[in-house]
């Protein structure tokens, strides 16, 4: 991506954080947590508040530079990059749709690293059908009770804020709200950490509510308007695992070439077998194409945020750019395995890990199954 010189200081920034700490954390001490110095230094650089603005303590990041940025954090480890992109999102719905209280009282703490945000809205039987999700806030006395299940959350456990939502009921109507719940709500437990194929470093586990009390002031936006909460989020985010996907790309595709060039087989280096050569062309074209069109779809998201109403289709180009720069990754990736042949499928090189993350990144925010019917919906004018 082109980048401003703001934007070259910034990377340059985490680029040097990443370097010098991410290694640190990648072991079985560390795993299946979200270690908290870590984020804590993210924070300090201001990654905390990329979406929250500058009079709440953040840095109003733009989509393009927020996007640079969790690609620079995926080549050295997707796990951090995935728990800041989901602390980001919620502190971004909060900004827009959050009271004068909710907003002084929480966005300054999310950006210094107080406060770690998670997002929960899937269940076990309610994925990508959003609007089937079976959990009840009913109303009582000065608030609601809440009660229902929460699966594959991010940064469950370790979170201090979940934006929940849960299906409320009036007379006239059934239909989502949304609610911003404290780690420590009575009725409120997390199960353990789910085992997983990869991203290690951004832990996933259930919550599980007991007719736990949320006052009044926990409600983020409008009474039953908690579909448009959590779906405004969708683009910004889609956007930002495409960025990912591209770093998971970066990082095994320059693996996989350094190989190629220090390896000799029957008297010649690897490089020099055109078989093997086709093949990093190939990547190329993927990891460029993948990073245009993220970069196309910042852009557009930039320009919208700045003139609401541009005559753009952010919902197509997120999800354009999302499933195929998730796509690419695992195509990229799983050459990269290849190349280094029996090495490339040991734990003791990295683009064995690479491979299992991009994995993850093909079915989160959507997967591209669902993505692919967004793409052909918005091209073909159906609902």
Known sequence: MTQTSDQNLILETVERLCQTEIAAYQNDTHYNTVPRKLFQSLCDVGLGGLSV????????????????????????????????????????????????????????????????????????????????????????????????????????????????????????ASEISAFLIPSNTQGMSIGKPERKMGAELSPIASLFFEDAFIPDSALLGLLHEGFTVATSGLAAGRINIAACANGLSDAAFAIACKHLRDRSQFGHP????????FMVADMHQRLQAARLLTLRAAAELDELRAKP?????????????????????????????????????????????LMRDAKMLQIVEGANQIQRTIIAREILGRN
């Open 53 to 172: 603005p500058e009079d709440f303590g953040g840095v109003a990041a733009s989509a393009t530079t927020t996007a640079a940025i969790f690609e620079t954090i995926s080549k050295y480890d997707v796990g951090p990059a995935v728990f800041l992109s989901v602390h980001a999102m919620v502190a971004g719905l909060i900004t827009r749709y959050g009271n004068s209280t909710q907003k002084s009282e929480i966005l300054p703490h999310m950006a210094s690293g107080q406060i770690l945000g998670a997002f929960a809205l899937t269940e076990p039987h309610a994925g990508s059908d959003a609007r089937s999700i079976s959990s009840e806030a009913r109303k009582t006395k000065g608030g609601f009770l809440l009660k229902g299940n929460k699966c594959y959350i991010t940064s469950a456990g370790f979170a201090d804020l979940y934006l929940v939502f849960a299906r409320t009921h009036t007379e006239s």
């Open 270 to 277: 690897l490089a020099e077998f055109q078989g093997l050569q």
């Open 309 to 353: 109403g541009a005559n753009t289709n952010i919902k197509l180009s997120a999800s354009t750019a999302k499933c195929y720069a998730t796509d690419a990754a695992m195509s990229i990736t799983t050459d990269a395995v290849q190349l280094l042949g029996g090495a490339g499928y040991m734990k003791d090189y990295t683009v064995e890990r």
